[in-house]
């Protein structure tokens, strides 16, 4: 029996010190980056153009997004592979509105993929 306690004292201790690296994990700060080339970049389910747009407007210059992380996903006219995963979209220039439809935007169409050579935003 004393065992048995033994093993489910290890046990809540590594769930402990599990829970504890968790917290402690680096946390990723989302960041604001503007449309600067004139694509009307839109905002599509995945990082890849055939699983379709989540339904907000396109973007123009002016506007922009909000993104926590880039991603690997469709080249598009040999522009590069990166996309970034949109938290929001943020349209000054149209509506004047921030929607929050998560999604994911190709970096050469919002910004040239400044942000992403930049390290404005990590790897998803």
């Known amino acids: 029996?004393?065992?048995?306690?033994w093993g489910r004292g290890a046990v809540v201790a590594a769930?402990?010190?599990?829970?504890?690296?968790?917290?402690?994990?680096?946390a990723s700060a989302a960041a604001a980056i503007p449309v600067t080339t004139d694509f009307g970049p839109s905002v599509y389910r995945t990082a890849?153009?055939?699983?379709?747009?989540?339904?907000?407007?396109?973007l123009r210059a002016g506007d922009s997004i909000v993104a926590d992380c880039w991603d690997r996903g469709d080249n598009?006219?040999?522009?590069?592979?990166v996309w970034y995963h949109t938290l929001s979209e943020r349209?000054?220039?149209s509506i004047g509105q921030e929607l929050f439809v998560e999604g994911?935007?190709?970096?050469a169409y919002i910004d040239g993929n400044q942000a992403f050579h930049e390290g404005t935003v990590p790897e998803c």
Do not use: C, E, P, Q
């Open 104 to 107: 994911w935007t190709y970096g």
């Open 91 to 93: 349209y000054g220039t």
């Open 15 to 26: 769930l402990s010190a599990g829970a504890l690296a968790l917290a402690t994990g680096s």
């Open 76 to 81: 598009i006219n040999n522009r590069g592979n």
């Open 48 to 58: 890849h153009t055939r699983d379709g747009k989540v339904g907000v407007l396109d």
């Open 1 to 5: 029996m004393r065992s048995v306690v």
